[in-house]
């Protein structure tokens, strides 16, 4: 799979464990990061300073944190699945929360997986090789295609 990693962080650190991360998990993909949910909503629907889509494209993975200043990671990924303008864009909620409630509603919005942070940068290193090797090598994504330009929210 090739495209734009969006991180939808608002711990700098964690964001940092993790664009960190991707590159030692071999996931060379062009990276961006938005610090809160209102900046996430922005950034997917090309409006202000994310208008410009050579700069922020369309991302084909998100990881997604759930709790987000503004808007939180349910509305946004709520949002996603909604919008009929956008392409189909893997979703991973990684994040802190191991609440039934959380994983269920994150399925039932349209989560293609659900990962609760791990506590060392090795194991998520591990992860991501694991996410990467099974979401860039052996999953077909689908077709690429035009999409309408997205509604701001």
């Known amino acids: 799979m090739h495209g734009t990693v969006l991180i939808v962080e608002d711990e700098e650190n964690d964001a940092f464990f993790l664009r960190d991360a991707l590159k030692r998990a071999g996931i060379h993909n062009p990276i961006q990061v938005v610090e809160d949910g209102r900046l996430a909503l ?36 709520k949002w996603i ?29 349209g989560a293609n997986s659900y990962v609760v942070k791990p506590s060392s940068r090795e194991k998520l290193v591990e992860i991501l090789k694991d996410f990467g090797n099974w979401w860039f090598k052996h999953n077909e994504p689908p077709p690429c295609r035009v999409y309408l330009p997205v509604a701001a929210a």
Not at 48 to 73: C, E, H, M
Request: proline content about 6%.
């Open 42 to 77: 922005d950034y997917l629907s090309g409006v202000g300073k994310f208008a410009d889509r050579t700069l922020y494209p369309l991302p084909s993975v998100i990881f997604l944190d759930l709790k987000l200043p503004q808007v939180n990671g349910l509305a946004i990924l």
């Open 81 to 109: 699945r909604e919008e009929a303008g956008l392409p189909s864009i893997l979703v991973v909620v990684l994040t802190a929360s191991r609440l039934d409630e959380d994983i269920e509603r994150a399925y039932r919005l």
